[in-house]
């Protein structure tokens, strides 16, 4: 098997009393979408935040095609550059227009001030007639999708998307998942922590479920929503379904 | 109540206070004479320029050390932290006076500095300094966690986060703290006179010395310290109203 993209190797993480990660193993591969659904406090956010190191594991590493994350020869800095994250309360740049959160990285960290690719991205996730408006006049849902193409305009070898639509209206939750579908149509490598069961039915490769801090059983959805294997995955899934 | 409505109830509110006072005054059968502090406009005119030479030099060594101490404080190195920790608490602790004393006949002997009015103003200064890195350190540290991390997960470096995405937010949260320390050590200048700096308040004193005339003397020494200062809360309102983007509203108790 090829070198994953993503990889967790026996990561834990201990915050005080609460273990909110224990000897977690993931394996992603390029282009895989993986959906992590489990209980709050089950451990969904601080592994993504692992990923990118936001999170320093307790133990275990985490590799990014092959190199190690926090240890690694390429420094964290490279390898947030090349991991896009998308926050559940977007953490748009309030004193920045919209065009300017999508370019303000690439200005930054690549040195390209590149306006037409920032432009294509916000008409990619639909709010390009939005380049000059500040986060505070946007919708919730236009706020996560500047906050996508913020992410995008990195050009990210993996999306990591943290609960990105629990804090919408309802009625803005439709939107963000078309963009977020898109993507995985695009061959993006995603994992994603959500409670959107149907979108984790339709888009994900493999849904993980998480139970204080433990994956307690993954497959492809059908298997995990139709067919669990763990009690505690039915008991989660007869709650929320 | 309407803009317009609210000006003229503050107007006349002021001109009663001002009524008062006067009346107050005039009861009191005191006559006025500012003919000796006309006489001695010369010293007000020299006392003032120290006074605003004192303040303003004073207020940019306070910010040039305070972004030392609030970044010491922000240091993720914990002696450095408990350094800058020291330096506010010892600093903000004592009296501007005393350690202006201290200062001038305690330590500038020791080390062979004899300029009162350079010693006056740096101690100013370091003075200044525990309380502007105390407002710089707070503006940072009000900037929502979630905006330090989006700008690492974008793989912006420490520094940038804080020059390009911290820092601007801060900024205008940081100027109506830093303006009313400017009100504060334009005022405490004043206290230069007890090491025998001739500023303002010392033009003053010598003046009402002079002609008995005390009253006058320090009524237009009061005027002359208003006169800085009402300027300046005006001046961060205007900046606050202008750089502010989130539309406040205004909360009345």
């Known amino acids: ?241 | 109540m309407t803009r317009s409505r609210e000006l003229l109830v503050r107007v006349g509110v002021t001109a009663v206070v001002f009524g008062l006072l006067i009346g107050a005054l005039a009861l009191s059968r005191q006559t006025f004479d500012f003919g000796s502090v006309w006489a001695h406009r010369g010293l007000y005119l020299k006392g003032l320029g120290v006074t605003l030479l004192a303040t303003v030099v004073a207020y940019v060594i306070g910010l040039t050390l305070g972004v030392g101490v609030a970044l010491a404080r922000l240091s993720r190195t914990v002696w450095i932290r408990h350094l800058g920790d020291l330096y506010v608490e010892l600093i903000r602790g004592t009296p501007v006076l005393v350690l202006l004393l201290l200062a001038y006949f305690g330590i500038a002997p020791l080390i062979g500095v004899d300029d009162k009015l350079v010693v006056g103003i740096v101690t100013l200064g370091i003075f200044a300094a525990a309380y502007t890195g105390e407002i710089l350190r707070a503006g940072i540290e009000s900037v929502e966690r979630g905006q330090f991390e989006a700008a690492r997960s974008l793989g912006l470096s420490r520094r940038q986060t804080l020059r390009y995405v911290v820092l601007p937010q801060a900024f205008k949260r940081m100027i109506p703290p830093l303006t009313s320390e400017l009100i504060a050590l334009t005022k405490e200048t004043s206290l230069l006179y007890a090491i025998g700096v001739f500023e303002l308040t010392a033009a003053a004193r010598a003046t009402g010395a002079h002609s008995y005339r005390t009253l006058e003397a320090y009524v237009v020494a009061a005027g002359m310290y208003l006169c800085l200062t009402i300027p300046l809360s005006f001046l961060a309102r205007h900046l606050e109203r202008r750089l502010g983007h989130e539309a406040r509203m205004g909360v009345h108790l």
């Open chain 1, 1 to 241: 098997m090829s070198v994953p993209r993503v990889e967790l190797r026996g990561v834990s993480r201990t915050f005080g009393e609460v273990r909110a990660l224990v000897d977690v193993d993931v394996r992603v591969a390029e282009g895989e979408k993986v959906v992590f659904i489990g209980p709050s406090g089950s451990g969904k956010s601080t592994l993504l935040r692992c990923v990118n190191a936001l999170e320093m594991p307790d133990e275990g590493e985490v590799f990014l095609d092959g190199e190690a994350v926090v240890a690694g020869t390429k420094g964290i800095d490279a390898i947030r550059a090349e991991v896009g994250m998308v926050f559940q309360h977007f953490h748009l740049f309030p004193h920045l227009t919209a065009l300017e959160n999508v370019t303000l990285a690439p200005r930054l960290v690549r040195r390209q001030a590149d306006e037409a690719t920032a432009l294509a991205l916000l008409e990619r996730v639909g709010v390009a007639d939005k380049r000059d408006v500040k986060p505070d006049l946007l919708s919730g849902g236009q706020k996560q999708r500047v906050a996508i193409a913020r992410a995008l305009a990195m050009e990210p070898k993996a999306m990591l998307f943290d609960e990105p639509t629990s804090a919408l209206d309802p009625e803005m939750v439709g939107e963000v998942l078309a963009v977020m579908r898109d993507l995985a149509a695009e061959g993006m490598t995603m994992l994603v922590a959500s409670h959107e069961m149907g979108f984790a039915r339709e888009v994900a490769d493999r849904v993980c479920f998480l139970d204080e801090g433990r994956i307690v059983e993954q497959g492809p959805p059908q298997q995990v929503f139709d067919a669990p294997r763990e009690a505690r995955t039915r008991a989660f899934l007869s709650m929320v379904l």
